[in-house]
């Protein structure tokens, strides 16, 4: 079954740091998403990406955060400087269409920052 | 943002038993539900939907149950298995939108054998 894949699987990294995640979405998706969860916390929409744009961004999603499609296959989030706060698991997603179409979820990349 | 809630935490059931996890939320422009499993340090892995035209969906021992009006929806599990014990969140849409997801809190579920 085609599934989501993340790399790393876990980073630790200083805080202040550039941070980037990966992520392979499903081949034929055409929609793609970070969300991210804190421990103990919910799993929080981070940014949805369509047609090589944003289309849509939470509060959380600030100016330290961007996503980028450099090819045809993968997609990644960076962090430019990292706060302690950023420390969660960070999902990736994808959905293949518009409508009555499920997101996928891959198994995540924790990110702890010291 | 409390617009989905999971009021219950934690839930145990016996095996073979019936699992009941509520839902409830307060946006009445999502249209479109959705119930996920997830285990500790893994992704959320989809398990059942359901569109705001229907009231219910089955797919073997899942089915779940959506009350507009309430603004309430609710997975049930039969028989439950102790492969079941996880995490499930329930997660809410507007389909129109690009599908960003609302999430629940989650409910840990227990079976015990």
């Known amino acids: 079954e085609p599934e989501v894949t993340q790399t790393p699987s876990h980073q630790v990294t200083q805080m202040g740091q550039e941070v980037i995640l990966r992520c392979v979405p499903i081949?034929?998706?055409?929609?793609f998403y970070w969300y991210r969860q804190i421990l103990g916390q919910k799993v929080e929409f981070l940014v949805s990406?369509?047609?090589?744009?944003?289309?849509?961004k939470s509060e959380i999603f600030d100016d330290q955060f961007s996503v980028e499609r450099p090819d045809g296959s993968n997609f990644t989030l960076k962090i430019r400087s990292t706060k302690l706060e950023d420390s969660a698991m960070y999902f990736c997603?994808?959905?293949?269409?518009?409508?009555?179409?499920?997101?996928?979820f891959g198994e995540g990349s924790w990110l702890t920052v010291v | 943002d409390q617009q989905v809630k999971q009021n219950s935490p934690s839930l145990s059931v016996q095996e073979g038993r019936i699992s009941i996890l509520n839902c409830d939320y307060t946006?009445?422009?999502?249209?479109?539900f959705l119930w996920y499993k997830k285990y500790p340090a893994e992704g959320p892995t989809f398990l059942i939907s359901?569109?705001?035209?229907?009231d219910k969906n089955e797919d073997g021992r899942f089915t779940v149950f959506l009350n507009k009006s309430a603004k309430h929806l609710s997975l049930h599990i039969v028989p439950s298995q102790p492969g079941d014990s996880a995490v499930y969140f329930c997660?809410?849409?507007?389909?129109?939108?690009?599908?960003?997801?609302?999430f629940g809190e989650g409910t840990q579920l227990t079976v015990n054998p």
């Open positions: 997603a994808s959905k293949q269409g518009v409508l009555g179409n499920t997101i996928y």
């Open positions: 081949s034929n998706h055409l929609y």
């Open positions: 990406f369509y047609n090589n744009e944003i289309s849509e």
């Open positions: 946006n009445s422009m999502f249209d479109y």
């Open positions: 359901i569109s705001s035209i229907k």
């Open positions: 997660a809410a849409s507007v389909e129109t939108s690009g599908s960003r997801l609302t």
